[in-house]
């Protein structure tokens, strides 16, 4: 499925380093935090990204994910005329609020990521904050640390052992020491 395609940047400079556009006659710029609301997310879950500072007299608000070195817009939101324009980042999962908050909807691993928020107030206040998003993968039976499954590292690690002991004890080696390397290379993982 497409998603839908944004209009045009609005005035501005496009920062290539950052994916980010700089508005021109900004007096001010503050920094802001992002709050997580669930503070952690699982796979299908969703999730709302709620920015601090003004929350009146905005002229836009604009959402960004990106890998912290470069950012795409996600959506922005003008208050004024109340209007949404989606753009190159938005997956049809998110929504903006009239507080700017971004809220993302049956969440994917892809979406693991950083966030950032551009908020124009109406005296050109630039508020700006970063925020990263981890989503967990759903939980199974089974927790292990490991590709292969725990009884397998076990065998290995016991077919070590024997080698090192027959070795100590100056006997000839029964187990030929590749052994414990053949059965890991015929493991499969359980994913």
Not at 8 to 13: K, L
Not at 125 to 131: H, K, M, N, S
Request: proline share 8%.
């Amino acid at each position: 499925e497409e998603p839908p395609k944004g209009g045009g940047r609005g005035p501005g400079v496009r920062n290539e380093r950052h994916g980010v556009s700089r508005r021109e006659g900004v007096k001010e710029n503050i920094t802001i935090k992002i709050k997580q609301k669930p503070p952690s997310v699982q796979v299908g879950d969703s999730v709302a990204l709620i920015p601090e500072g003004s929350q009146r007299n905005l002229s836009s608000c604009r959402w960004f994910r990106g890998d912290r070195d470069r950012f795409f817009e996600i959506v922005e939101f003008m208050p004024f005329n109340n209007s949404v324009d989606y753009k190159e980042a938005y997956s049809g999962r998110e929504s903006i609020d009239l507080y700017c908050e971004l809220h993302i909807r049956n969440l994917s691993l892809w979406d693991s990521n950083f966030y950032r928020i551009e908020k124009i107030t109406s005296n050109n206040t630039r508020e700006a904050g970063e925020t990263a998003l981890l989503v967990q993968g759903k939980e199974s039976g089974r927790v292990s640390l490991s590709p292969f499954p725990p009884n397998l590292l076990l065998l290995w690690g016991l077919g070590l052992m024997r080698i090192a002991q027959e070795m100590r004890a100056g006997e000839p080696c029964k187990s030929p020491p590749q052994v414990p390397f053949l059965v890991i290379a015929h493991a499969r993982p359980p994913f």
